[in-house]
């Protein structure tokens, strides 16, 4: 039985000018996760995953390295009910 659950993030250290957003969709996109991806004023990016409890679970650890070029320095993660997204969006 799948187990859908939400999970919002937001990735703190060098995330923006390293293609972290779009790194974030494609890997999102592989992994069957929906949800979205935005720049926050203070640098650092702010995401909204849901889906399977394993996949979700591969984005959150995902979001601990982020792709080459980028420097987490922390992630901040809750969890929050469903929203039954069918996509998954950079919003600007």
């Known amino acids: 039985m799948i187990r859908l659950i939400r999970r ?3 990735v703190h250290g060098r995330v923006q000018g390293v293609w972290f957003r779009d790194s974030m969709r494609r890997e999102a996109d592989r992994l069957g996760v929906f ?3 935005r720049n926050l004023p203070d640098g650092s990016v702010e995401a909204a995953f ?3 409890e394993g996949a979700v679970e ?3 650890a ?3 390295h982020g792709p080459p070029g980028a420097r987490v320095l922390r992630v ?3 969890g929050e009910p469903p ?3 069918a996509d998954f969006r ?3």
């Open 62 to 64: 995902w979001c601990d």
């Open 83 to 85: 929203e039954g997204l």
């Open 35 to 37: 949800g979205w991806v």
């Open 58 to 60: 591969r984005m959150v």
């Open 76 to 78: 901040e993660t809750r």
């Open 50 to 52: 849901e889906g399977d």
């Open 90 to 92: 950079i919003v600007r």
């Open 8 to 10: 919002h993030l937001v």
